[in-house]
T-cell receptor, first 118, second 113 residues
Framework: GAVVSQHPSWVICKSGTSVKIECRSL??????MFWYRQFPKQSLMLMAT?????????EQGVEKDKFLINHASLTLSTLTVTSAHPEDSSFYIC??????????????FGSGTQLSVL | KQEVTQIPAALSVPEGENLVLNCSFT??????LQWFRQDPGKGLTSLLL?????REQTSGRLNASLDKSSGRSTLYIAASQPGDSATYLC????????????FGSGTQLTVLP
């Protein structure tokens, strides 16, 4: 089945540094990917929609200058948490849409990235 | 705005028991409803997807039902096993975009050996 690879799986960084998270669709092209955030004991919250070749669409309350999204190719979207602070510590998950003439649209999730900001 | 609620938040059962997880949503105009499994610190694994025209879907020991009119779905797990221990999330597509999902807060299931 289709696979979405997310890297790194966990990262610890100092406050004020920037962290880049990659989301790759390994065996299909994904023009649209989504980035979610999950705080402990809470559900996933959609942060933004990443569109290949165009600007990302951010959900209300998500700072676009804080969370930079780049979707430069059909298989890769990156989320950069700029000047990370402890309150940015969270579990970040991406998802990608596989659009197949055979089975229609299917959504696949990456394995997530646990970010801890000290 | 769509809201998805799951009860209970946590559930602990002895191995072998049958159990039901509940999911409710406020906007019944949904395209589909999906149940996911999440293991600690991991991503999501899709378990079952029920289209709006369907009333239930089955996969092995799992059976998911959907009642759009009442805004409810249940996930039935038969003969539970310790390996079923995980957090179970239900999700529905956001209105206006069938590809963005609104998730419930999940039910953390522990199956005791």
């Amino acid at each position: 089945g289709a696979v979405v690879s997310q890297h790194p799986s966990w990262v610890i960084c100092k406050s004020g540094t920037s962290v880049k998270i990659e989301c790759r669709s390994l065996d299909f092209q994904a023009t649209t990917m989504f980035w979610y955030r999950q705080f402990p004991k809470q559900s996933l919250m959609l942060m933004a929609t990443s569109n290949e070749g165009s600007k990302a669409t951010y959900e209300q309350g998500v700072e676009k200058d804080k969370f930079l999204i780049n979707h430069a190719s059909l298989t890769l979207s990156t989320l950069t948490v700029t000047s990370a602070h402890p309150e940015d510590s969270s579990f970040y998950i991406c998802s990608a849409i596989q659009d197949s003439r055979m089975v229609g649209e299917k959504l696949f999730f990456g394995s997530g990235t646990q970010l801890s900001v000290l | 705005k769509q809201e998805v609620t799951q009860i209970p938040a946590a559930l602990s059962v002895p191995e072998g028991e049958n159990l039901v997880l509940n999911c409710s949503f406020t906007d019944s105009a949904i395209y589909n409803l999906q149940w996911f499994r999440q293991d600690p610190g991991k991503g999501l694994t899709s378990l079952l997807l029920i289209q709006s025209s369907q009333r239930e879907q089955t996969s092995g020991r799992l059976n998911a039902s959907l009642d759009k009119s009442s805004g409810r779905s249940t996930l039935y797990i038969a003969a539970s096993q310790p390996g079923d221990s995980a957090t179970y999330l239900c999700a529905v597509p956001n209105s206006g975009s069938a590809r963005q999902l609104t998730f419930g807060s999940g039910t953390q299931l522990t199956v005791l050996p």
